[in-house]
């Protein structure tokens, strides 16, 4: 047995825990591109530098707010197509497609298919809000700081949707019959259902669902950094899309801080998560 897994050790070895090592050590020293022959350890040094530097506030902030702002539509939206998508009614395996078909595309691409949405001279978002009235002239969504998290939020709710649709839909069919059967039978009505049966049956796979959720998306720096890289003046700057921009100027200490600080974060949410589905094992 230990001989067929033995490959598999070795492979997660070097290629997970061997580069976590090298990172780790790199977010204590004075690692950068441009002088690689000096690289002393400096302890909390660059950790320090980064929570001097005035736009870690705003990317902390901006990280939670993409990430709520992301997670609530997703988990409305996707709960109320899953409650649709589980009723039996013709074309549904189409309907069922065409919901599911985003998830299978890339989140990098999917950005790029926004970016150009948005765009403000012969983007679609505009056209629209110009032919219904809504707008006057043309929106600059990706180059005004007060819109572009907006846009990338709307981008990332459209994507993530399917993740719940499926996960909840999945959860649903596991839902006996029987009882919607009794409690129509005792006179509740739809909303009572929901309340008192459906949520409750499915309530530990929601609550996972959503922690599964919410590290992905605090991880997901793709749509962001396809369609703004971060900008306009790090208005949309995240966690991770700010560690990519340290790693492209060569400042690899700062990144390995910044990666350290975000893993701390995921290190807990994934706690939670093992937590919860330790205890539903059990149970």
Known sequence: MLAFLAPAFVFVLVFTYYPLLVGGQMAFRQW???DLTSTPFIGWGNFQTLMADPAFTRVMWNSVI?????????????????LALRKKFRFRGLYQAVVFYPWA????????????????????????????????????????????????????????????????????????????????????????????????????????????????????????????????ADQTQIATTWMIKFTQQGEYGLASALGFITMGVLVVFTGLYLALLTREKKS
């Open 105 to 232: 595309v890339s989140g990098f691409l999917i950005g790029i298919l926004f970016r150009w949405m948005f765009n403000s001279e012969f983007g679609v978002v505009n056209d629209l809000l110009m032919r219904f009235g809504i707008v006057e002239a043309p929106v600059p969504w990706l180059a005004d700081p007060d819109l572009a998290l907006v846009a990338v939020i709307v981008a990332n709710v459209w994507y993530g949707v399917t993740f719940f649709s499926i996960m909840i839909l999945a959860a649903l069919q596991s839902v006996p019959d029987e009882l919607y059967e009794a409690a129509a039978l005792d006179g509740a009505g739809r909303a009572r259902m929901l309340f008192q049966i459906t949520i409750p049956t499915i309530r530990t796979t929601l609550v996972l669902t959503v922690l599964l959720r919410v590290i992905w998306i605090f991880n997901f720096p793709d749509i962001i950094y396809a369609m703004t890289g971060g900008g306009p």
């Open 32 to 34: 950068s591109l441009w």
């Open 66 to 82: 993409w990430v709520v702002g992301s997670l609530v539509p997703q988990f409305i939206i996707g709960f109320l197509i899953a």
